[in-house]
């Protein structure tokens, strides 16, 4: 099956309190973003598409080396608002898109691999990276059907109830979705949340109420799935991706 990446790349980095774009902030002389898209290209995708939005050009100096595509994302409407930019791109492709973010470096290529093989084992419309964490405190939660693969909600942690709070069953934010279906669903998608955004996860609800299949496949390791989002993690990643090497 052929496979497209989309990497999420436009976000600010409010917290990292600097103006750089999050995704240009350095881990062991290297940039976030670079380690995100080598892993992209060692899964051999058709085509890898970058979504870009605060400080554009920077990104897109920092990245010019790499045989990336971009999509801008302006203004910045939310995850589910930055994969509709990459549309036009994906017009004419049939296969699986890939979803990463930008601030997420310590993915490999082995968990990557494994995800979309689970996801054609079970003819998944779209299946979820997960981790269990001890503190989920900020993630988006994964509502599992009772013991089975298959994904009944996945809930924003400002949305969600207060059972569903107590699940430590975390959303990484990296997803494999059939092309086709990610982008019809994306049309329905709307901003009736806390946020007042377009969330990419609605794409999920929108499949359950069509009867599609969903799926979750969970990482043995959480720390894989951290993303960058303070200059605390990113020391830690900076360790973190020490330790893998």
Not at 76 to 88: R, S, W, Y
Not at 166 to 180: Q, T, W
């Amino acid at each position: 099956m052929a496979l497209a990446v989309i990497v999420m790349a436009a976000g600010k980095g409010t917290r990292m309190h600097s103006d750089l774009p999050k995704v240009l902030h350095q881990a062991n002389g290297r940039p976030l973003i670079d380690y995100v898209l080598d892993t992209s290209y060692a899964l051999e995708p058709e085509e890898v598409i970058l979504i870009i939005g605060h400080q554009s050009a920077l990104v897109k100096a920092a990245t010019a080396r790499y045989r990336v595509s971009t999509a801008l994302q302006e203004p910045q409407l939310g995850t589910g608002h930055a994969v509709m930019q990459a549309e036009a791109q994906l017009s004419n492709f049939e296969g699986e898109v890939l979803i990463l973010s930008g601030d997420a470096p310590l993915v490999t290529i082995m968990t990557l691999k494994k995800l979309i093989a689970f996801h054609h084992s079970r003819n998944a419309v779209a299946t979820v990276l997960t981790a269990e964490m001890s503190d989920p405190t900020g993630y988006g939660r994964v509502i599992r059907q009772h013991q089975s693969d298959i994904v009944l909600k996945i809930v924003e942690q400002k949305d969600a109830s207060e059972d569903e709070l107590a699940v430590r069953e975390i959303n990484s934010g990296i997803y494999v979705f059939n092309a086709r279906i990610l982008f019809e669903a994306l049309a329905k998608i709307t901003t009736d949340n806390a946020q007042k955004e377009y969330y990419l996860t609605d794409v999920f609800s929108i499949c359950f109420q069509s009867g599609k299949r969903v799926c979750a496949f969970k990482t043995d390791d959480p720390n894989e799935i951290i993303g960058i989002n303070t200059p605390e993690q990113l020391r830690d990643a900076k360790r973190l991706l020490l330790e893998q090497v």
